[in-house]
């Protein structure tokens, strides 16, 4: 069965300063991989996704992740961050078969500080 | 504009009542799915559906049920017999044709906040 572990559910960064969200991935076969950002009382939105092209993702609002299959990680960054960066993050994997229904990480909440 | 409609937005449960969520979409997608999202938990699979009348369990099943008769719509009804009901639950939706580029594309729903009162 598959498996995501985010490293820390809680990150705070200065605004500014480079964002760095950890995520790893248990998995027999590489699956495709998700990052999602869901603000207070919201669904999910699409950060970015893997699916076996570029091993280096970019995303939206200036996030990118970048897939180690030797690490079997996805870590989610972004260079400067801003108070509008301030949500919980979800990593999250599909089989590429069976039910690809998506399975979550626990979630990691980024706080920026002024 | 196509999406995925939750409603209600909030809904307030008795204890021992069932009550049912309702999950539209007009994105002609082809499944659907409904999480359980708790504090500190991430997101729970409840159930999916890969297709219209069929449907199958995810990884916390039980208290819950589903239909799927129509492509668009996905109800999840939580039953008297889901002893901890109270949570925030996102319903999705994805393209599950073999060969279309859009596929593992989901789209998530704004949620229904259930509180046992």
């Known amino acids: 069965a598959q498996s995501v572990t985010q490293l820390g559910s809680h990150v705070s960064v200065s605004e500014g300063a480079l964002v760095l969200l950890r995520c790893n991935y248990s998995?027999?076969?590489?699956?495709?991989l998700f990052w999602y950002v869901q603000y207070p009382n919201q669904g999910l939105q699409l950060l970015l996704k893997?699916?076996?092209?570029?091993?280096l993702v970019k995303g939206i609002n200036g996030f990118e992740a970048e897939f180690k299959k030797s690490e079997t990680s996805f870590h989610l960054t972004k260079p400067s961050a801003h108070m509008s960066d301030a949500a919980e993050y979800f990593c999250?994997?599909?089989?590429?078969?069976?039910?690809?229904?998506?399975?979550f990480g626990s979630g990691t909440r980024l706080q920026v500080q002024p | 504009d196509g999406g995925i409609t939750q409603s209600p937005k909030y809904l307030f449960r008795k204890e021992g009542q069932n009550v049912t969520l309702s999950c539209e979409q007009n994105?002609?997608?082809?499944?659907m799915y409904w999480y359980r999202q708790d504090p500190g938990q991430g997101l729970r699979l409840i159930y999916y559906?890969?297709?219209?009348?069929?449907?199958q369990k995810g990884d916390i099943a039980e208290g819950y049920s589903v239909s799927r008769e129509k492509k668009e719509s996905f109800p999840l009804t939580v039953t008297s017999a889901q002893k901890n009901p109270t949570a925030f639950y996102l319903c999705?939706?994805?393209?599950?044709?073999?060969?279309?580029?859009?596929?593992?594309?989901?789209?998530f729903g704004s949620g229904t906040r259930l509180t046992v009162v």
């Open positions: 559906s890969q297709i219209v009348n069929d449907f």
């Open positions: 893997y699916t076996s092209a570029a091993t």
């Open positions: 994105l002609n997608h082809d499944a």
């Open positions: 999705a939706s994805s393209i599950d044709r073999p060969g279309d580029p859009r596929r593992y594309g989901y789209t």
């Open positions: 998995s027999s076969v590489p699956p495709y």
């Open positions: 999250a994997v599909s089989d590429r078969t069976g039910r690809r229904a998506l399975t």
